[in-house]
């Protein structure tokens, strides 16, 4: 039973991926789930047409099978949204033909229009809500022109006035319940999706200089080992602390401290080329992260950022704070393991400050 369980949610899933939208994974999985049902059904009821001769009914059962099977096909070969919007049309244009045939004819003992229930959910859940709509008010139309075309012209069967009537109108009041729930789902789904994003958001960056926190710099620098592990060329990082930054504080209070903080981070970056990160490690300390930038160079650009610092005072409340930072800084090669650069870059800034403060040190200025 297990194992039939496994096939059964093997095939369902088959041609979803983590990396593809939840939304995206969860119409494919209703596409496969849907021409299974859609292939069982129209086979079993093809096969009983056919026993008893009803030829078209049964060609056209048959055809389906074969439609909803490929639409399954083109799904799994393509693996892209071409391959998605084909499959979609190719169910619905099948569902829409049937359903317009059972109505034309009657099916089996004019049981043939009780299907027609299933094409507001179906449809409205695999082309949303507004595209959706859409094509359903396309197929009332289509209804409409079936059933009360003058002396039933387009009739094969003979239905009654109520019967026309009450089927239009049930068939409209499960549309407009369709159409609410999948308004109401995507307008959820659409929530989510911002909610996780400004929650992902908050957890990888500081709030106070919207600079990423020690979190996200740990996402930055990962990506870039992985980058470094394809192209081989080196990137730097950069350790920075505002010097004496605790008699900031306690001569002017937190919340000027928290103003240079923001000031001296928008400095940063506004002096980084684009591709650099410079991320809010802790307290009055930043980290940069400097892709495709040997030491040497990483050097160069703490020297640039130290001396704009510098010459570059901070008013706040009509009074100049002239603020300054010193540097550790240490290349991050092939080899290296991130708490070792990290701890280097971390003793090159400590020399720096214990050098006088308002300088840039360099792992390999260190003495061992
Ligand atoms: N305003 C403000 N202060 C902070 C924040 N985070 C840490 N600090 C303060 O930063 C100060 C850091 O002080 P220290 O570590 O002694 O360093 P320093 O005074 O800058 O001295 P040196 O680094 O040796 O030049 C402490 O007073 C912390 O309270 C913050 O978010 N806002």
Redesign the pocket.
Known sequence: MSKLKRLFLTFINRGTHPQLDEDVNRRIMVVNLFSVVGVTITCLLGIRALTEASWILAALLLLSTLLFASAHIVQQTMKNQTGRLISMIVLLGCLMLLMAFLLVTGGVANTGPLWIYTVPPVTLFFAGFKRGLMIVCAFILLMVFILFSPHDALLLTVYSPEFKTRLLLSFMTITFLSAFYECSRETTYVRAVSLREEFEQQALHDQ?TQLPNRRGAYAHIDQESRRIQRNGRPFSLVLA???????I?DQFG?SV??II?QRVARLFVDRLRAQDVVARWG??EFLFILPDTPQASAAFVAEHLRTALEAQPIVINGHTHNVSA?FGVCEFNQDAKLDRVLSLADTALYQA?RAG?NKVTTSSDLSD
Do not use: P
Request: aromatic share 6%.
């Open positions: 106070l602390d505002i010097d004496h930054f605790k008699s504080n937190h401290g928290d903080l307290g009055e010193s400050k403060r």
